[in-house]
């Protein structure tokens, strides 16, 4: 399973969809926290993840999920293409890192990317 975190509606619809649409099981979640909350953590094979979102960011995300034995491959995705946030990502082991509005066949190729690393 694919799980989507990102406090935006409309980027949460549109990645479900187009999952979906490309034949993946897919789960959204609006926040860290209810991603955390979730009963199918064991099931998720790649999460994509916006870096800023209000209480937990991205990066806390991916670290919590660490701290209790889930180490997922993980695609973070922004509207803000700070550089510190990029390398403090993937030295955390992010799989990719995509600046919004991002094309839609580079996303699909970097799910498979994820999902080949598990």
Do not use: W
């Amino acid at each position: 399973m694919i799980a989507v975190v990102d406090d935006e509606e409309e980027v949460r619809s549109a990645l479900e969809r187009l999952l979906k649409t490309s034949g993946y099981d897919v789960a959204v979640f609006a926040s860290a926290e209810a991603l955390l909350r979730s009963s199918r953590l064991q099931d998720i094979s790649c999460l994509i993840a916006d870096i800023r979102m209000p209480r937990m960011s991205g990066l806390e995300l991916q670290a919590q999920l660490g701290e209790v034995g889930y180490t997922i491959p993980t695609i973070f995705i922004t509207a803000h293409g700070d550089q510190n946030i990029r390398i403090r990502a993937m030295e955390a082991g992010a799989v990719a890192f995509l600046e919004k509005p991002f094309d839609r066949a580079v996303l699909l190729e970097r799910v498979r990317a994820c999902l080949e690393s598990t």
